[in-house]
Structures are given as structure tokens and as C-alpha cells.
């Protein structure tokens, strides 16, 4: 968790922590119920001070998370335009062949990316899920990439992303 945040959590803790000093259940302005408080104050202490050892997400969530939000990726037409562009990315980004893909559906070669995905161990994925994040989750591509190939695009920006961002 950035620091940022982490302060930002502790301001509204202390702000909080006021407000239930100074509150009266019958009181007009803001009442702060102090038990619950303390049960959010207790439970965002814990989020705070996870290790990456003691975060589950770190772990089986990942990869939850891209099986659940690749495929409606990979059926959008726009940006997988072929079954080759899905097979593409399945090769040189995963490492995942899918043999006799000429002769499956897009639907097909879709469940056996996925199913080869959930095969992997998070470990060989990480890179992966880490980029593609990140590449999903950019607000707007540069005007310059508008009508370039999707898959292209992607490729070109995990490989960047594999050098380190140089």
C-alpha cells in the first residue's frame, strides 16, 4: 500500500477518533458508535501491517482475477479480431501453445487459454497479471496507437514492461 494512502487512512482514523470523543448518542451533530469504530479501526490496522507473506491476494487472487476478466477481453472482436491474434498473445506473452488452433472456434481456444492459465502457478503468471493490469487499466492510448493492432500494441508494451521500462 502506497504511504499516501496509508496517511490518509490514519487522518480519517484520528478525525474519527475525535469525533467519538466529543459524541452523545442523543446529540444532534455527528455520532460516532465507538464499538464499531473500534472494529474498523482494529480491522484497517490489519490491512495496514500485512506482510506480502500473510496477503492471500497475493497469491490465489491474481490469478482468480485474470481467469474471471481475460475471456471478456478475448471475445471482444475489437481488440482480438482473429483467432491467430488470441493464439498470439497466448504464445508470446504466456508462453501457452495451443496446438491445432486453426481447426477449434474462438470460444474453444479461449476455455484452453484459460484452462492453461489456471494450470500455471502464480509464480510463472506474476509478470503477466502485473503488466496486464496495468496496461488494462491505462485511461486513454496515445492518439499516435489508435488504429494500431490491439495485440500489437499489448506485445510491445509487455515487452517494455519485461525490460524494466527502459
Known sequence: ???ETKEIIYMVLDFLESFARTSKEDSNLIYVNKLI???VKNELFNLLHQTKESKPYDTVDRKTELIGTLPIVLIDKNKF???ESIVKLAEKSLGLKISNWKKKSRYE???ILIANIAEKDISE???FVKAWKEFTEQKEIKKEHVHEDFVDLWLRFFEHYRKGGE
Open 81 to 83: 479480431p482473429t483467432n
Open 109 to 111: 481456444i479461449i476455455g
Open 37 to 39: 469504530l473500534e472494529d
Open 1 to 3: 500500500m502506497r504511504k
Open 125 to 127: 503468471l506474476d509478470m
